[in-house]
């Protein structure tokens, strides 16, 4: 199936299907990234584990709508609540739940990396939550603090390192060196798979730093309920090696959840290496 738009209010979301029958299980990704850094060839497997599987662009990136530029207040003044919200991470919550919408379906399950969008989801809007699987994430109802504990900062000094980018060519190279420095230093870095994710996505839309802080506004904008009111069967899944969340992120959050599972994977990053797929997805409540 090509791509396909649902609608939000204002928001145009665009999506994709892979499969046509089974389980339906709706694929959400958190600040910055594309549908398309979700492999192919995950969703496929996916598939042949029994799921219809939906994935999507948050709006703000890839083809979905694009909003005008806030003043520019950075994202640490975003993260801190100090920019004024566009949109509020409910909204984008909402954006998923009018893809599943636009493909009939009452309920899915749902997975989410890096993403407090999902957990919104489950908190905000239960009934269409039919199980939750949340991966390099931390609690999204965290204080900013307790938020600023969770990261592990020498990453972004590792970012700082690389050279500026003013070519497409350069640009592609960049999102490249991006995910190698946040990818799982136990497995093999998928270096072919990335480059094509990194073309494709500058390809449909250029990396704009301003969505880094339109979505971080978005996520102080609204004050999610605790996580203990989550029902949804819940699997949290960590990188025992994850460069940008120490662990206690994810254990954190396990433990906020009534009921949660937490598996953590030795030699994992803040990526989901394809050598982990088959245990994950068996591992997903159903």
């Not at 309920?107 to 989801?121: R, Y």
């Not at 640009?171 to 230093?185: G, K, T």
């Not at 605790?226 to 899944?237: D, E, K, N």
Request: hydrophobic share 40%.
């Amino acid at each position: 199936m090509g791509i396909e738009y649902a609608v939000n209010g204002d928001a145009k979301i665009a999506y994709e299907t892979f499969g046509t029958a089974g389980e339906p299980l709706l694929l959400v990704l958190g600040i910055d990234y594309q549908m398309v850094w979700l492999p192919d060839a995950f969703c496929e497997r996916l598939v042949k584990a029994g799921f219809h599987v939906a994935r999507y662009d948050n709006r703000d990136t890839g083809l979905s709508t694009h909003y005008p530029q806030p003043p520019d207040g950075g994202r640490w003044r975003a993260l801190l609540g100090r920019t004024r919200p566009l949109y509020t991470i409910a909204d984008m919550a909402a954006d998923g739940l009018a893809v599943m919408d636009a493909l009939g379906w009452s309920d899915a399950h749902v997975l989410g990396g890096a993403s407090a969008i999902a957990q919104a989801m489950a908190l905000l809007h239960p009934e269409r939550v039919r199980s939750l699987t949340l991966c390099m994430s931390s609690p999204a109802t965290a204080g900013v603090l307790q938020t600023l504990r969770y990261i592990k900062f020498g990453v972004f000094r590792e970012f700082r390192k690389l050279p500026k980018a003013t070519t497409p060519e350069q640009q592609i190279d960049r999102l490249v060196e991006l995910y190698r420095i946040q990818s799982s230093p136990g497995y093999p870095f998928p270096e072919q798979w990335v480059r094509e994710a990194a073309t494709l996505s500058h390809t449909r839309a250029p990396h704009n730093p301003r969505t880094t802080q339109r979505h971080l506004a978005a996520g102080r904008a609204v004050k999610l309920p605790p996580l203990s009111r989550i029902t949804a069967p819940t699997l949290v899944v960590s990188g025992a090696d994850d460069p940008m969340l120490k662990p206690t992120a994810g254990r954190d959050l396990a433990a906020q959840i009534p009921g949660a599972r937490f598996v953590e994977y030795p030699g994992v990053g803040h990526d989901w290496p394809e050598e982990i797929w088959d245990d994950m997805i068996a591992r997903m409540p159903r």
